[in-house]
């Protein structure tokens, strides 16, 4: 079927799929990570049989498909609206960031969890303020960056000890 010249065909659709069993997470914790601030980004392959099935039976092979949990405890963030805003800043920077992967359908597609390990600072006067959306976003961007050139690119060659980034010390490390 021919489309008229000014029809634009869509992108692959991303579709980010929830990691809901215990055992998935136990998984993905135990395997390499990056870290950012209060933030770290654990990930692995969907080849894994506990990930795989859910994945392909969920959406088939086709499309840009990553699997995403989430490990915020209470303790460290009492707000449900901090959580949520963690969340939903995650999965808009993880499909900006799919939307630039030139070989993401060839890859296998990745399981991340991302994991809060301290509290974030208190000088935020609101959860929801626009201050603290930003920080955030800039936190969760930076990880998704160290995940681009650490985990999907060289995920069997990385190096502990991965250099700091600038200002902010973001630094990645893997974990055995």
Same mark, same amino acid.
């Given at each position: ?26 998984? !993905?914790?135990?395997?390499?990570? &990056? ?9 692995? *392959?969907?080849?894994?049989?506990? &990930? ?5 039976? !969920?959406?088939?092979?086709?499309? %840009? ?7 915020? +405890? /209470?303790?460290?963030? /009492? ?11 995650? %999965? ?9 992967? +030139? *070989?993401?359908? @060839? ?11 301290? /509290? ?5 006067? @609101? ?5 603290? @959306? %930003?920080?955030? /976003? ?18 069997? !060659? ?5 250099? *700091?980034?600038?200002? @902010? ?5 893997? %974990?055995?």
């Amino acid at each position: 079927m021919a489309h008229p010249p000014h029809h634009v065909l869509a992108e692959p659709e991303t579709l980010l799929l929830p990691l809901n069993r215990p055992e998935s997470f136990s998984a !993905s914790l135990r395997g390499p990570s &990056v870290h950012a601030e209060e933030f770290r980004l654990h990930f692995r *392959d969907a080849r894994e049989p506990d &990930v795989a099935n859910e994945v392909l039976q !969920s959406c088939g092979p086709a499309g %840009r498909i990553c699997v995403l949990g989430f490990v915020l +405890p /209470k303790r460290l963030c /009492k707000h449900a609206v901090r959580r949520n805003l963690i969340r939903r800043a995650t %999965r808009d920077g993880l499909r900006e960031h799919l939307r630039t992967v +030139p *070989d993401w359908p @060839s890859a296998p597609p990745p399981v991340l969890v991302l994991k809060l390990t301290r /509290k974030l600072p208190e000088t935020f006067v @609101s959860a929801s303020s626009p201050a603290l @959306s %930003r920080y955030v /976003k800039a936190r969760i961007q930076a990880l998704l960056n160290l995940y681009a050139r650490r985990g999907r690119l060289s995920a069997t !060659s990385a190096r502990p000890g991965f250099a *700091d980034q600038g200002p @902010s010390q973001i630094q990645a490390e893997t %974990r055995p």
